[in-house]
């Protein structure tokens, strides 16, 4: 879940988009919402923009590990805060090592407010990849990706990440030892299949490339693992449960 971002999105579609402090205040009871129908018989629900009595979610989802509820985005003041009061999971894209620091050092101060440990959610990077056997070949590739999108290559270069797998892994390696748990691998049309059957090829030494996952915030440490589904999921600590106890709704 999200507070979404663009406008043309729900114009197509004749929803309203209003601003962004609403959308979040929108997005905080919608969360609450969905983890209090999951968990509960029925749901009685009276916030600003919602408002349930008696609701009924049948059937259930699972229970006993509940499924997980993720947040996405990186919005310090209402994003964050949303994650730390609510979330299981959150998602968020690549960005700047000291950036993500930082982030991580705002969502432990809303955790706090909440009484939670922030090492209890889980921690997701999306990241737009464009991966070649060589350097050469994913820059060759990135100047096609350019060419059939139309799109600047110095532009693309800051959208996508061009490179090996090898140094693909050099560059996550840092918000892996940050306690990020899973790395979701985005790849788009011809040369994303490429990219997609890059990582699939060097999954091994992929695996190598990534330490294992530590205790604290990342969890307990297994061997990573790789899962394509449509985008490709490189969890570096798999074992480390997705589903969890239910987590109480204020």
Request: hydrophobic share 35%; with cysteine; charged share 30%.
């Amino acid at each position: 879940m999200n507070h979404l971002l663009h406008e043309f999105e729900h114009e197509q579609y004749g929803i309203s988009f209003p601003p962004m402090g609403v959308r979040a205040e929108m997005l905080r009871e919608a969360a609450l919402i969905c983890k209090s129908m999951w968990t509960k018989k029925r749901t009685t629900f009276e916030g600003k923009h919602y408002r349930l009595k008696d609701a009924l979610c049948e059937p259930k989802p699972v229970q006993s590990p509940s499924i997980p509820l993720w947040v996405g985005g990186m919005g310090e003041r209402r994003t964050l805060r949303v994650v730390a009061e609510v979330a299981d999971g959150w998602n968020t894209f690549l960005m700047p090592e000291e950036e993500y620091r930082h982030k991580l050092e705002v969502l432990a101060g809303h955790c706090k407010d909440f009484g939670r440990d922030p090492g209890d959610i889980r921690k997701q990077l999306g990241i737009s990849v464009i991966l070649g056997e060589t350097e050469a070949q994913a820059e060759d590739r990135a100047k096609e990706r350019a060419a059939t999108t139309r799109i600047d290559e110095d532009q693309l270069g800051g959208r996508f990440l061009a490179a090996t797998p090898e140094r693909c892994a050099e560059v996550l390696r840092p918000f892996r030892d940050l306690g990020v748990g899973d790395f979701l691998m985005l790849a788009r049309g011809d040369v994303g299949r490429g990219s997609h059957r890059g990582v699939g090829r060097h999954g091994h030494h992929r695996r190598r490339g990534v330490p294992r996952a530590g205790r604290g915030r990342g969890g307990a440490g297994s061997r990573g693992s790789l899962l394509a589904a449509g985008a490709l999921l490189l969890r570096v600590n798999p074992l480390r449960p997705l589903f969890r106890k239910p987590q109480t709704v204020r």
